[in-house]
């Protein structure tokens, strides 16, 4: 160890520069914020999502930015059939992936008493938890193609603090009297899944992880922030703000660069302590 010669420097360890991305759901959200960053980083990404009118929206606008660059796939992962399409396409173009960011998810609230089966049950375990599996072993291969030990495949899958949070009703995302039982549960499948991947392909040089958000705005905590608003919401958060962009950046550069090469198998929470200090707040808290 003392003989290597290291370079220690930000440029070196958060480099992601040349690297090819594949970001499922990254037209919006957390998926683009996560794009963003590796575009801006000099990261050829690829989103992918069902509506195409996001995906090319957000595909010209990341393109604005350098040096790296974005191209888009309209995609159904909610299948096995739907990922061998995705991986299908990639395969066409690539034929070696640096970073896969499991980013697609879905969410269903409904009263105890009357939670639907299709949609609630298996649309939501199909699309936050089967796709995953079925990306990550699809895409394996070129994962692995390039992969060294100072530099290793990437993969992240996007958990969520809910994976640990057994309250389900009356929350950021559900009413009161409606719950997200088959999304929490869905979530708390991802870190276990991410756990298995992480054994399975340590040998292959790829490592496994998951971001574990809390609060950000986006479509899926669009309901809370309405009802709510963001300002009461803040209040409520130990660290007075809910989650930004950047936080989601400074994360996913560590997670995608040679700064974590080292990392594989963790499950990282991303809320601002919110769910170590649970009923602790900021009484003068300010966005």
């Not at 960011?101 to 936050?128: C, L, T």
């Not at 072993?137 to 899958?157: E, F, M, Q």
Request: glycine share 10%; hydrophobic share 40%.
């Amino acid at each position: 160890m003392s003989n290597l010669v290291l370079d220690l420097s930000v440029a070196t360890l958060f480099s992601v520069k040349g690297k090819i991305a594949l970001v499922t759901g990254g037209g919006t959200g957390i998926g683009k914020a996560i794009a963003t960053a590796l575009v801006q980083n000099g990261a050829k990404v690829y989103i992918a999502a069902r509506k195409e009118a996001q995906l090319k929206e957000t595909a010209e606008e990341l393109n604005k930015l350098s040096p790296g660059s974005v191209q888009y796939f309209v995609a159904n992962i909610g299948s096995k059939a739907g990922c061998d399409a995705l991986i299908g396409e990639i395969k066409k173009r690539e034929t070696s992936l640096h970073i896969l960011v499991n980013n697609s998810g879905i969410s269903w609230g409904a009263p105890y008493d009357n939670f639907p089966e299709e949609k609630g049950w298996d649309n939501v375990m199909a699309v936050n938890v089967k796709s995953i599996f079925y990306m990550t072993s699809g895409l394996t291969d070129l994962l692995g193609k390039d992969a060294t030990p100072l530099d290793p495949g990437r993969v992240i899958n996007i958990s969520s603090v809910a994976s640990v949070n057994p309250r389900v009703e009356g929350s950021v995302v559900s009413a009161s009297g409606s719950g997200t039982y088959s999304y929490n549960v869905s979530k708390a499948a991802v870190n276990h899944l991410t756990s298995i991947l992480a054994v399975k392909l340590a040998p292959r040089k790829i490592t496994v992880n998951a971001i574990c958000p809390g609060i950000f705005p986006t479509k899926m905590t669009a309901y809370g922030f309405k009802q709510a608003g963001a300002d009461q919401i803040a209040s409520s958060q130990p660290t007075g703000r809910v989650g930004i962009p950047q936080d989601l950046a400074g994360i996913s550069l560590f997670l995608t660069s040679p700064a974590s090469s080292y990392v594989t198998g963790a499950h990282i929470l991303l809320d601002g302590g919110a769910t170590m200090c649970r009923g602790e707040v900021a009484p003068q808290a300010k966005l």
